[in-house]
């Protein structure tokens, strides 16, 4: 069946290409937009005129569709608290089409990771490698492996994907998880600060790669990864911190902030209001 979304706070574009997943693609059918597989699921999407449609999927699995969307969280809401600030309401104007996707917590972390000063295809690239050397056959595709599918794996084993350094991250991540020194279920009840110095136990992972999986993972939208860019906005936007009406969703108001700057030479457009 098809199932159609209706939301003016819901564009498939930003959400996919804002950097906060990687198993999302152009779809080389045209009748689609993107396709991609998640959740163990391989889905075409298409858009048009503010409604997403998800093309031929089974009726018991929208539930779980709109969970991974995030469609429960009212997006409408964080852009009026954020409108009050004059640089974020220019970015949301831009960005409000993003929504923070709710990932499986371990492809999550492997996939940020693999991330580490990396760029997007080659991201994908060895992404689609380990799934395909160790993931489940689903139609259309490989699933992402689980902690436990991974378990014994050592950084030879990894050879195939060339994800050089990345591999013993990978492999002590994965020791991690499977011996119970890094908890998922500790994190997920962890608040920020404690769960992020669970997760920097992991080798190769800090402070970055630790907040892009407690907001992309984990949904604690109190997350706020710094890169580059987000260091750069930061350090000439909001020398004194962001402002109070992001507090308890700085995560979301990044992404806004990130996309709009990325996209729209929007940090040029936003410098224009300190003037």
């Not at 959400?15 to 991609?36: S, V």
């Not at 298409?46 to 969970?67: A, C, F, R, T």
């Not at 693999?114 to 690239?125: E, L, T, V, Y």
Request: a negative charge; aromatic letters at 10%; hydrophobic letters at 40%.
């Amino acid at each position: 069946m098809d199932y159609k979304i209706k939301s003016p706070f819901f564009d498939i574009g930003q959400t996919f290409l804002c950097g906060q997943c990687f198993r999302w693609k152009a779809a080389e059918d045209p009748e689609y937009a993107f396709e991609g597989i998640a959740m163990g699921r391989k889905i075409r999407l298409s858009q048009e005129k503010g409604e997403v449609v998800l093309h031929n999927i089974e009726e018991e699995d929208i539930p779980l569709w709109e969970n991974y969307f995030d469609l429960q969280t009212d997006y409408g809401a964080f852009i009026s608290r954020f409108s009050a600030d004059d640089t974020l309401n220019s970015a949301c104007k831009g960005s409000s089409g993003i929504r923070i996707l709710r990932q499986e917590p371990f492809e999550t972390l492997i996939s940020f990771i693999i991330s580490q000063n990396n760029n997007i295809p080659r991201i994908a690239g060895i992404i689609g490698r380990l799934c395909e050397s160790f993931g489940e056959k689903i139609e259309g595709g490989y699933a992402f492996p689980d902690a436990k599918r991974l378990k014994g794996i050592a950084p030879d084993d990894l050879a195939p994907l060339r994800a050089g350094f990345r591999a013993r991250y990978i492999c002590d991540a994965v020791d991690k998880i499977n011996s119970g020194e890094v908890s998922f279920e500790k994190i997920d009840a962890l608040p920020l600060d404690e769960a992020r110095a669970e997760l920097k136990k992991i080798v190769g992972v800090g402070d970055k790669v630790a907040d892009c999986v407690l907001l992309f993972g984990f949904h604690k939208l109190d997350a706020f990864p710094k890169d580059v860019w987000v260091k750069r906005i930061m350090s000439e936007l909001y020398p004194n911190g962001l402002p109070d009406c992001v507090k308890g969703a700085e995560g979301v108001a990044q992404q806004y902030l990130f996309h709009f700057v990325r996209n729209n030479n929007g940090l040029e457009i936003i410098q224009g209001l300190k003037v």
